[in-house]
């Protein structure tokens, strides 16, 4: 793969990334919104994951403690021209890594832990993990 396609990887995974945040916001807000007596800003303190309300809820949360790391890391890998095909293939394996994490935590309804989406988080970890290193690596040559 040349270096413009993993720079077009690279934008393109940045792209997904968001757009599974924004819809994940979207998601949150709309089933929330239609609870009996939701109040803005206030989850129902007896919610739990058997809830769909409270699954969209952490699903989002989960990608706003979590994302941000990634599209720094992505975006300081860009920034400093690291080697494309790691920056591009990193920043996809995350985006569908994210993608997946979402899907299962919308619908599998399960308090156990490990739960089949924590597999899809540490996927998503690990690749931000090993981009930092290529980037440290890289810098410190």
């Known amino acids: 793969m040349s270096t413009s396609l993993y720079a077009s990887l690279a934008a393109v995974s940045l792209w997904f990334i968001i757009v599974t945040v924004v819809v994940q916001s979207v998601v949150a807000a709309t089933v929330k919104a239609r ?12 919610l739990s994951h058997d809830s769909f309300v409270f699954r969209a809820q952490r699903t989002f949360m989960n990608s706003l403690e979590n994302t941000p790391l990634m599209l720094a890391t992505g975006l300081l890998a860009l920034v400093l021209q690291i080697d494309g095909m790691w920056t591009g293939v990193l920043l996809a394996v995350y985006a569908v890594a994210r ?10 309804a399960t308090e156990r832990n490990p739960s089949p989406r924590s597999y899809f988080f540490l996927i998503g970890l690990l690749a931000n993990i090993v ?8 810098v410190l040559n």
């Open 35 to 46: 609870q009996p007596g939701a109040v803005p800003g206030k989850m129902p303190e007896n």
């Open 131 to 138: 981009l930092l290193g290529v980037i440290g690596v890289e």
């Open 99 to 108: 993608i997946l994490h979402m899907a299962l935590y919308y619908g599998i």
